[in-house]
């Protein structure tokens, strides 16, 4: 049976969701998890890559098991992960059903603050220059970005990406000048790797005036990198929704529909 696990987590302690050597992820440590429980050896895909230190509010992905779930799973798989990795959902689903390749909507929302704040810094990131930032450049040039569908500029230059096609639904700021405070939010059909850090280092410095909309313009027209190029802190990004075409949500829990 294939099931589609929705789940969360702080990113804090992992090397992002997927697997690496000699480094603790979220799919390893959600792999031995089950593991525990069931005694079968699983591979679990997830609906895309996060990196170090990025948290996910909404995920999804999936896996195969061989035998029927044994009583309480949910709550004993969440027993068994640590406090930081909550599993909140399996749903049951056809044997082709694919937690990537089926997500036609993906969103993330990135919060940073102008207060130094114990208590947020693990999951916003402090801007110390917040006073500073022209807020409406910013809004513009994360506007800017929907007139584009390839972003090459915002791709880390190892990724094994085949294209750097991207279908954005959503691109804007929000922000609370009162209480020092901004989130980025952005959604598209598919992200490049490190690509929503670097636009939102990207925004930071048009904010600052380190960078122009022209020549952020010009760079989008010719898809050549970014002079300078900024990559923003990990902690302040989340995933918080993942859309599929056949997942409805009703009363807070996923079902499939035809």
């Given at each position: 049976?294939?099931?589609?696990?929705?789940?969360?987590?702080?990113?804090?302690?992992?090397?992002?969701?997927?697997?690496?050597?000699?480094?603790?992820?979220?799919?390893?440590?959600?792999?031995?998890?089950?593991?525990?429980?069931?005694?079968?050896?699983?591979?679990?895909?997830?609906?895309?890559?996060?990196?170090?230190?990025?948290?996910?509010?909404?995920?999804?992905?999936?896996?195969?098991?061989?035998?029927?779930?044994?009583?309480?799973?949910?709550?004993?798989?969440?027993?068994?992960?640590?406090?930081?990795?909550?599993?909140?959902?399996?749903?049951?689903?056809?044997?082709?059903?694919?937690?990537?390749?089926?997500?036609?909507?993906?969103?993330?929302?990135?919060?940073?603050?102008?207060?130094?704040?114990?208590?947020?810094?693990?999951?916003?990131?402090?801007?110390?220059?917040?006073?500073?930032?022209?807020?409406?450049?910013?809004?513009?040039?994360?506007?800017?970005?929907?007139?584009?569908?390839?972003?090459f500029?915002?791709?880390?230059?190892?990724?094994?990406?085949?294209?750097?096609?991207?279908?954005?639904?959503?691109?804007?700021?929000q922000?609370?000048?009162?209480?020092?405070?901004?989130v980025?939010?952005?959604?598209?059909?598919?992200?490049?790797?490190?690509m929503?850090?670097?636009?939102?280092?990207?925004?930071?410095?048009?904010?600052?005036g380190?960078?122009?909309?022209?020549?952020?313009?010009?760079?989008?027209?010719?898809?050549?990198?970014?002079?300078?190029?900024?990559?923003?802190?990990?902690?302040?990004?989340?995933?918080t929704?993942?859309?599929?075409?056949?997942?409805?949500?009703?009363?807070?829990?996923?079902?499939?529909?035809?």
């Amino acid at each position: 049976m294939r099931y589609f696990l929705k789940l969360s987590y702080h990113g804090k302690n992992y090397c992002g969701w997927q697997v690496q050597p000699h480094a603790p992820s979220v799919q390893e440590t959600l792999e031995q998890a089950i593991f525990t429980i069931t005694r079968e050896q699983i591979e679990i895909t997830g609906c895309g890559r996060t990196d170090t230190g990025v948290h996910a509010m909404q995920y999804f992905a999936h896996t195969d098991l061989q035998n029927p779930l044994p009583e309480q799973f949910l709550s004993r798989l969440n027993k068994i992960l640590p406090s930081d990795i909550a599993v909140e959902q399996l749903i049951e689903m056809p044997p082709d059903a694919h937690a990537r390749f089926d997500a036609d909507y993906r969103a993330y929302a990135y919060q940073i603050e102008g207060k130094k704040n114990p208590f947020t810094c693990e999951t916003t990131a402090f801007i110390y220059n917040f006073d500073d930032l022209n807020f409406e450049k910013m809004q513009e040039a994360a506007a800017l970005l929907m007139q584009y569908r390839f972003f090459f500029p915002f791709c880390k230059s190892n990724s094994d990406a085949k294209t750097m096609e991207c279908q954005l639904y959503l691109s804007e700021w929000q922000w609370n000048l009162q209480e020092k405070t901004a989130v980025y939010h952005i959604a598209a059909n598919r992200f490049l790797r490190g690509m929503v850090r670097l636009i939102v280092g990207m925004c930071l410095n048009v904010g600052a005036g380190k960078l122009s909309i022209e020549t952020l313009a010009r760079s989008l027209d010719e898809q050549q990198l970014l002079q300078p190029s900024t990559s923003a802190p990990p902690q302040g990004l989340a995933l918080t929704e993942v859309r599929y075409p056949y997942l409805k949500q009703e009363n807070g829990l996923f079902r499939l529909v035809s």
